[in-house]
């Protein structure tokens, strides 16, 4: 209220006498009280607007704080909900909580999406939670990185900038401290734990950046197997797209030659399926199928 109500930037020292309970405080205490303010406001999405004589003042403008009437259609409601499913268990979900109380506040129910469909997103790389974490509050990420050429790994210190998800591979686009040059890394090459080191607020990315267009020269992997899976007549269409052949194999059913760069993402396009399809060989994939199965059931369990 004290910086929306004011017309000039006000310096720190006016916030701090202005607000209630900032004045009884040592000075160092008050600094750490405004910091967590301050971040608290972005959070919400407040734009905290900087200027005044020294540039050191802070308000925040009336025409940017207030937002016009939010107007959803239901389905587009219900399309808002069905989202706020994606990341249920992931990274996001605390800022998809705040998002719903914001549309609730705005007199929007958006939490009531079709009871029988069911979003996801497949984060199963190790590396995906840490990296996330690093973009979101700007901060630096150390890991170990295996090199596609020969297989080495090497350490790599990187500033992110975002992740983004193409053909069914997560990749982290960041600048590449030591080479001070942007780079692409997969985040199923990432080898071992990720660290995330220094002060937040201390990686800016690029405001030209566009993520799409930083891995849209990407190539997949390429395949390094062959996997028959049987599936039957008709169904797994998503499956199919890529298959080397289909042939009968009656009953209904029909063996598909699938290939495949990593058992384990393979094992989670499979399962989605169900009973429809079943893994024939070879083992690696069938033990990949087993372990996702398990890992599912004593998840729901």
Do not use: N
Request: with cysteine.
């Amino acid at each position: 209220m004290c910086l929306l109500s004011t017309r000039r930037h006000l310096t720190v020292q006016e916030i701090r006498d202005t607000v209630p309970g900032y004045d009884s405080d040592t000075e160092e205490a008050f600094r750490r009280m405004f910091e967590r303010d301050k971040d608290e406001l972005r959070e919400q999405g407040i734009p905290l607007e900087t200027g005044g004589e020294l540039g050191d003042g802070y308000r925040i403008s009336r025409l940017d704080y207030e937002l016009p009437d939010i107007a959803l259609e239901p389905d587009e409601a219900a399309a808002v909900g069905l989202a706020t499913r994606l990341w249920a268990a992931a990274p996001l979900s605390g800022a998809m909580g705040t998002a719903l109380l914001k549309l609730r506040a705005a007199g929007v129910d958006a939490a009531d999406g079709p009871a029988d469909l069911e979003a996801r997103i497949e984060t199963g790389e190790p590396a995906f939670a840490e990296c996330w974490r690093a973009t979101q509050e700007g901060r630096v990420l150390r890991f170990a990185y295996r090199r596609a050429a020969d297989g080495t790994t090497e350490d790599r210190e990187v500033e992110p900038w975002g992740l983004v998800s193409r053909r069914g591979w997560w990749y982290l686009v960041a600048f590449d401290v030591a080479r001070q040059a942007e780079r692409v890394f997969r985040l199923s090459r990432v080898v071992g734990d990720v660290e995330v080191v220094g002060p937040a607020g201390a990686v800016t990315r690029p405001a030209d950046l566009d993520l799409a267009t930083a891995v849209a020269g990407v190539q997949p992997p390429a395949p390094t197997g062959t996997a028959q899976v049987r599936v039957r007549a008709g169904s797994c269409a998503g499956l199919r797209r890529e298959v080397r052949s289909a042939t009968p194999v009656g009953d209904g059913w029909e063996e598909l030659q699938v290939p495949y760069a990593d058992p384990a993402r393979l094992a989670g396009t499979v399962a989605q399926y169900g009973p429809d399809a079943v893994v024939v060989g070879p083992e690696e994939v069938r033990d990949a199928v087993v372990r996702h199965l398990t890992g599912v059931a004593e998840g729901g369990a």
